[in-house]
Nanobody
């Protein structure tokens, strides 16, 4: 079982930046475990369904982004620290949402399919004011 805890959300003006962090842990969790997980960020805005934001491969060499955040957001990971990050720049009011960190254990990764992610954090609120 993997526990995921997000942090770094908050209120920011349009054009500003935030950096979200996701810390992974568990009873027998280690950096080896972390390196076996495909990780992703999803978000759910007010009155909207949860949507894909970004994902990163186990080693960090492959990243994938939704078109709405490409060029503004950067996903990264530090397996030694059991952490995943989402750097968000040039934020827009439409980025307002609860952001969720997710982990995927299946062998063949599916970066954009939320149903392929096994473990989820509780989310962190990001609010962008105009």
């Amino acid at each position: 079982q993997v526990q995921l805890v997000e942090s770094g959300g908050g209120l920011v003006q349009a054009g500003g930046s935030l950096r979200l962090s996701c810390a992974a842990s568990g009873r027998t969790f280690s950096s080896l475990t972390m390196s076996s997980l495909t990780m992703g960020w999803f978000r759910q805005g007010p009155g909207k369904e949860r949507e894909f934001v970004a994902a990163i491969s186990r080693s960090g060499d492959i990243t994938d982004y939704d078109d709405s955040v490409k060029g503004r957001f950067t996903i990264s990971r530090d397996n030694a620290k059991n952490a995943v990050y989402l750097q968000m720049n040039s934020l827009k009011p439409e980025d307002t949402a609860v952001y969720y960190c997710a982990a995927q254990t299946i062998l063949v990764p599916s970066y954009r399919n939320e149903y392929k992610f096994d473990q989820w954090g509780q989310g962190t609120q990001v609010t962008v004011s105009s």
